[in-house]
């Protein structure tokens, strides 16, 4: 898609594969995908894509089979996500960091009927797994091949090509397993069927206004959705992404420059650290447009640090979850515009505020957040319980309803303003209360870079983690100046660096280990 196009306009088909095959036969050889290795065109993405299809064929693999791969992003990995939508079977990205605790139990529930990683990891996984385990560096000559025998409709694997092509893939099929960390011990899966994961590309790409000629420079895993929807977004606008995932901090900067970025996906850490590192450096990059934040809310001194240090670039607020992957935007054009707002549902889709009667409440006024549309997800992957807490029917129409969870209202215009998660609002001394307005007065104190309140429990009051110069004392005395006194942690701490989960969150399991295993 070019901006300037419509959602509704965009073509009927509604799978992964299908996004590419359309970018390829309008723009074949446009630059699509780049590593720290080289650059592919749009028309190698897709011989590479068909390649690892033939090959997954040639395994057995097929409709509905899970196909678990664990690598860093890469040229080849984008292939093997559409190469395995092409195949009919599911893909199922886990982050490389992700260790055997959480392993094991992935493994046992996603049931994989194959898995690929690379050489330091497969000793594990062939320790673990039931399924064959492949080395990628075994893998991808004979995928190469693979795509050169069924070019040519010779044989795959001893398998005549023409046998080997699947029923052709069905929007409502599954096409990717998306694990997400939660409140329990072990992950689940989000369900993301070939439809929603197209419409929601589709939407969001507009929604962020991609243009052509876009350098979208993405530092996130494709095991999490933020970093997967990117390269679906590139391919839909008909842009170039890089895959940066893993790279060193060291060379941010400098690999932002040298790939001309215009697009830079963030959340708050490596907002910070992207800050941090351009107030050292002595050539600017000139070519950002446009930042889009998610995860958790940037510090106002962030932004203000991003608009410093590139001059003209906007800064846009976003809010999501995985269970529907975007649910608004705030139109980049908008972006210094009622600022605290989380922005306009996606194109296509509706936000609604619901009490708990499952009853829309007065605009203003703070209930559940519930999305609707085409982007919903199906639900947790084998986990009814969960499934039906949060994926619902209207009680009316029968659409499908996200139950985020989460709180907020809407004003006047449509606009969302988040007012945290379930899990953020307590009741402590009598008042009502949530971490976010908390974390908020701490994060309007000059000095304090970033911040996460635990609510009390297990042995522990109301606390409060900074990342700062100031001493703790300090800290609680401006907060006194802010929150009304219950509302002040009771314990303060300081630390020089935030433990952050996979995806760049402020870890809360860390925290907490941290407030029980020290002195307070």
């Given at each position: 898609m070019n901006g300037e196009e419509s959602l509704n306009s965009q073509a009927t088909s509604h799978t992964i594969h299908s996004l590419l095959d359309a970018a390829v036969a309008e723009v074949p050889g446009s630059a699509a995908i780049r590593d720290a290795t080289g650059t592919w065109t749009y028309r190698e993405l897709d011989a590479a894509s068909r390649g690892f299809a033939a090959w997954l064929r040639g395994q057995g693999i097929g409709r509905g089979d899970r196909v678990l791969v664990q690598l860093h992003s890469s040229r080849e990995l984008a292939a093997m996500f559409y190469g395995t939508s092409r195949a009919g079977a599911v893909f199922v990205p886990l982050n490389p960091a992700m260790k055997e605790f959480h392993l094991t139990s992935v493994l046992d529930n996603a049931e994989p009927a194959l898995v690929i990683?690379?050489?330091?990891?497969?000793?594990?996984?062939?320790?673990?797994?039931?399924?064959?385990?492949?080395?990628?560096?075994?893998?991808?000559?004979?995928?190469?091949?693979?795509?050169?025998?069924?070019?040519?409709?010779?044989?795959?694997?001893?398998?005549?090509?023409?046998?080997?092509?699947?029923?052709?893939?069905?929007?409502?099929?599954?096409?990717?397993?998306?694990?997400?960390?939660?409140?329990?011990?072990?992950?689940?899966?989000?369900?993301?069927?070939?439809?929603?994961?197209?419409?929601?590309?589709?939407?969001?790409?507009?929604?962020?206004?991609?243009?052509?000629?876009?350098?979208?420079?993405?530092?996130?895993?494709?095991?999490?959705?933020?970093?997967?929807?990117?390269?679906?977004?590139?391919?839909?606008?008909?842009?170039?992404?890089?895959?940066?995932?893993?790279?060193?901090?060291?060379?941010?900067?400098?690999?932002?420059?040298?790939?001309?970025?215009?697009?830079?996906?963030?959340?708050?850490?490596?907002?910070?650290?992207?800050t941090r590192l351009a107030g050292r450096d002595t050539e600017p990059v000139s070519t950002v447009r446009m930042f889009t934040n998610t995860g958790a809310a940037l510090p106002q001194a962030t932004i203000d640090a991003l608009r410093q240090y590139f001059p003209g670039a906007s800064v846009v607020r976003q809010y999501g979850q995985t269970e529907a992957k975007r649910i608004t935007i705030m139109p980049p054009a908008e972006d210094r515009e009622r600022p605290e707002s989380v922005g306009l549902p996606l194109p296509g889709t509706r936000v609604l505020i619901l009490d708990a009667d499952g009853d829309p409440v007065p605009t203003g006024e703070i209930g559940e957040i519930v999305t609707a549309g085409p982007h919903v997800m199906a639900g947790y992957?084998?986990?009814?319980?969960?499934?039906?807490?949060?994926?619902?029917?209207?009680?009316?129409?029968?659409?499908?309803?996200?139950?985020?969870?989460?709180y907020g209202h809407l004003d006047a215009d449509g606009y969302l303003y988040f007012n945290g998660r379930r899990d953020d609002m307590f009741k402590h001394k009598g008042f009502r209360m949530s971490t976010v307005e908390i974390e908020s007065a701490a994060m309007d104190i000059p000095g304090v870079r970033a911040a996460a309140v635990l609510p009390p429990g297990d042995g522990h009051g109301l606390a409060l983690f900074v990342e700062s110069d100031l001493q703790a004392q300090e800290v609680t005395a401006e907060l006194t100046k802010r929150l009304e006194l219950p509302k002040v942690p009771t314990t303060c701490r300081v630390l020089t660096e935030f433990p952050l989960t996979l995806h760049g969150k402020n870890s809360r399991a860390a925290l907490t280990a941290l407030l029980q295993g020290g002195a307070q």
């Open positions: 990683t690379d050489a330091p990891r497969a000793a594990l996984l062939r320790r673990i797994s039931s399924a064959p385990v492949h080395d990628l560096a075994d893998v991808w000559p004979k995928a190469e091949g693979s795509h050169d025998d069924y070019g040519d409709g010779d044989d795959v694997d001893g398998r005549s090509t023409s046998d080997a092509e699947p029923d052709p893939v069905r929007a409502d099929d599954l096409a990717v397993l998306i694990y997400t960390s939660g409140s329990t011990a072990a992950p689940k899966a989000v369900m993301c069927p070939q439809s929603q994961v197209a419409f929601a590309s589709r939407a969001l790409t507009e929604g962020l206004g991609y243009r052509s000629d876009d350098v979208v420079f993405c530092r996130f895993p494709m095991s999490w959705d933020y970093g997967l929807f990117k390269v679906l977004m590139a391919c839909i606008a008909r842009c170039q992404i890089v895959l940066a995932d893993g790279e060193s901090d060291f060379v941010l900067l400098k690999r932002m420059r040298e790939t001309g970025v215009t697009v830079v996906p963030i959340v708050p850490s490596l907002a910070s650290m992207i992957w084998r986990n009814p319980e969960d499934t039906a807490r949060s994926f619902r029917r209207d009680r009316s129409s029968g659409e499908p309803l996200l139950h985020t969870g989460d």
